[in-house]
């Protein structure tokens, strides 16, 4: 059975950091590309973040690049999102995300629909 598992969620304040982890079980997970995503209230979801499966490309969406890392340990089959300079936009519940790589060499993350199992989100909370 595949989990994904979020942690590290929080209420934090504006200018604050948190640290997400995600650990995952139930599959190879050096043959997933990993994203996160957020959903606000009210919201779609959105992405954030992705890692291909060695930790050698990162994507970030614009809003967050600059303030949010990616990072993966693959012996401990975690990703993490470490967030800083977090503003009350980025209040959220957050998301990760296994996408299955046919070629590692051609990798790239795509939308939502394309990632094969999902995490139950944790919450975030920015204050002002």
């Known amino acids: 059975q595949v989990q994904l598992v979020e942690s590290g969620g929080g209420l934090v304040q504006a200018g604050g950091s948190l640290r997400l982890a995600c650990t995952v079980s139930?599959?190879?997970?050096?043959?997933?590309?990993m994203g996160w995503f957020r959903q606000a209230p009210g919201k779609e979801r959105e992405f954030v973040s992705a890692?291909?499966?060695?930790?050698?490309?990162?994507y970030y969406a614009d809003s967050v690049k600059g303030r949010f890392t990616i990072s993966r340990d693959n012996p401990m089959n975690t990703v993490y999102l470490e967030m800083n300079s977090l503003k009350p936009v980025d209040t959220a519940v957050y998301y990760c995300?296994?996408?299955?790589?046919?070629?590692?060499?051609?990798?790239?993350?795509?939308?939502?629909?394309?990632?094969?199992?999902w995490g139950q989100g944790t919450q975030v909370t920015v204050s002002s």
């Open positions: 995300a296994a996408d299955f790589i046919l070629d590692a060499t051609r990798w790239k993350p795509g939308g939502e629909y394309e990632y094969d199992y």
């Open positions: 139930g599959l190879t997970f050096s043959d997933y590309g």
């Open positions: 890692i291909n499966w060695s930790g050698s490309s990162t």
